[in-house]
């Protein structure tokens, strides 16, 4: 009886041991570990970023390992074993690609013709392309980097210098003396203007009876609509001077950037250093956006520029310089104590001159995209929905999460075509300070591939 026990021990011993060694190879990637394996080597000028028993792939599957990397002849020989049932031609090839912005890199299989004659096994895969190289991405960033320098120098050139060497210096040239031409012609014939005023006024009493008719499909009708179309138009014309003009004088990022040589430097800086941080991936879009908003409720404009660096379809990263006319306010509390009683006062204080910084990471989920982080100098979340893709989108903002009210923003976003949009919206519309304002503006938003063409059709 006891040796039947010991012997029915010993039996589940080993199935157990068995089994562990099972699932061992199992689990295993390496598909040399039982012999089963198909084995191939290839040359590389650069093996950094690939490891030992690292994937190697096919279609992004793992079909493989690195067997192991040596020093061959002054080359990288990099070993590999593969599954048996993957088809190596003498076609194929090798890619050494990208994994993450951290320089790791791995090896991809690419079967090209399935057709072609089989590899034979030990054999040199002599096709591989260095898809992954961190330095040609960085040569690449620095000539759009380059480019934008050239365009700003440019612009700064024409607007400022006044320099007709280039075509938008020859048509701000023109502009110019149109406009001094116009005013000259209505100052001398100021006589003759007054004239023609009068004589409008003669013929508009004519035809007022006309106007007046009173019924709804009468041209009074008609024509009050027209006039209140008018005032939106005229309105809307207001603005744009006082944009403008703010703009020639200086004020606001715009003005700064090109009236101010030393904004255009910093911003080429700013150009240079975020070019750098775009190199850490080699399918990363960069978007280049500025747009300014007429704030309703004050009379001025508050202006964006913001980069957004877009690594996949799925997300992105969104960095924002904010010059808001309101400024940056800041909240004190001094307790004073006198003869055993406590004073409490508290001060706010508003820095105009004050830049507010926005940086945010965003996830897109169909057409919503939920973004949280610093929104202008505060904590927060916000929220997009895509109404008509590439087109329209309605746009929520929820910041500075303190003892008032929360900072509420509402927006809808049209595109009118490539690169120009349309926004307008309400701001702080839940504000106990009476800070809510209606705001309407206009933006332009570059890609890298718009900046390509752009250099690529003009030269100034």
Do not use: C
Request: aromatic share 8%; charged share 25%.
């Amino acid at each position: 009886m006891q040796q039947s026990t010991e012997f029915k021990v010993g039996v589940l011993v080993i199935g157990i041991a068995l089994l562990i060694a099972y699932m061992t190879i199992g689990v295993n990637e390496d598909p040399s570990y039982l012999g089963r394996s198909h084995y191939y080597w290839f040359h590389l000028s650069d093996a950094t970023g690939l490891v030992e028993n690292s994937a190697v792939k096919v279609a992004g599957i793992n079909v493989g390992v690195i067997k192991k990397i040596t020093l061959e002849n002054g080359f990288a020989r990099v070993d590999i074993t593969l599954n048996p049932d993957v088809l190596i031609t003498e076609a194929s090839k090798i890619e050494i690609r990208a994994q993450g912005i951290l320089g790791d890199r791995y090896v991809e299989v690419v079967p090209v013709d399935t057709s072609a004659p089989q590899l034979a096994n030990g054999s040199e895969i002599k096709t591989v392309q260095n898809k992954g190289s961190f330095d040609a991405i960085m040569n690449e960033v620095s000539q759009i980097a380059a480019n934008v320098n050239e365009v700003a120098d440019s612009l700064k050139k024409s607007m400022v210098e006044g320099d007709e060497t280039t075509r938008l210096g020859r048509i701000v040239g023109n502009l110019e003396t149109l406009t001094g031409d116009l005013a000259e012609l209505s100052s001398e014939k100021k006589d003759e203007i007054k004239d023609i005023i009068d004589n409008l006024e003669t013929v508009t009493a004519e035809v007022k009876t006309l106007i007046n008719d009173p019924s709804e499909e009468g041209f009074k009708a008609s024509f009050a609509k027209f006039n209140r179309g008018i005032a939106r138009v005229d309105a809307a014309m207001k603005n744009v001077e006082e944009i403008t003009d703010k703009i020639n004088s200086g004020k606001g990022t715009l003005g700064k950037l090109i009236n101010d040589e030393k904004t255009v430097e910093e911003l080429n800086t700013a150009i240079q250093g975020v070019s750098e941080f775009v190199g850490t991936a080699s399918k990363t879009t960069t978007h280049l956006d500025f747009h300014t908003e007429y704030l309703g409720d004050i009379g001025e404009a508050k202006s964006y520029l913001g980069v957004r660096l877009q690594p996949g379809l799925d997300r992105y990263y969104e960095l924002q310089i904010v010059d808001d006319p309101k400024g940056v306010v800041k909240e004190t509390t001094t307790e004073t104590t006198t003869g055993g009683s406590t004073t409490v006062v508290d001060e706010k204080k508003t820095y105009k001159n004050k830049l507010k910084f926005t940086a945010l990471f965003a996830k897109n989920f169909y057409d919503f995209t939920f973004k949280a982080g610093l929104i202008e100098n505060s904590g927060g979340v916000g929220m997009e929905y895509h109404i008509i893709p590439k087109r329209m989108k309605f746009m929520f903002d929820a910041f500075d999460f303190g003892e008032d009210a929360p900072h509420l923003r509402a927006a809808l976003r049209y595109t009118l075509f490539h690169g120009i949009y349309i926004i307008g919206g309400a701001d702080d519309f839940i504000s106990d300070d009476g800070e809510e304002s209606a705001y309407i503006g206009a933006g332009l938003d570059l890609s890298n591939d718009d900046l390509k063409l752009f250099l690529s059709k003009f030269s100034f």
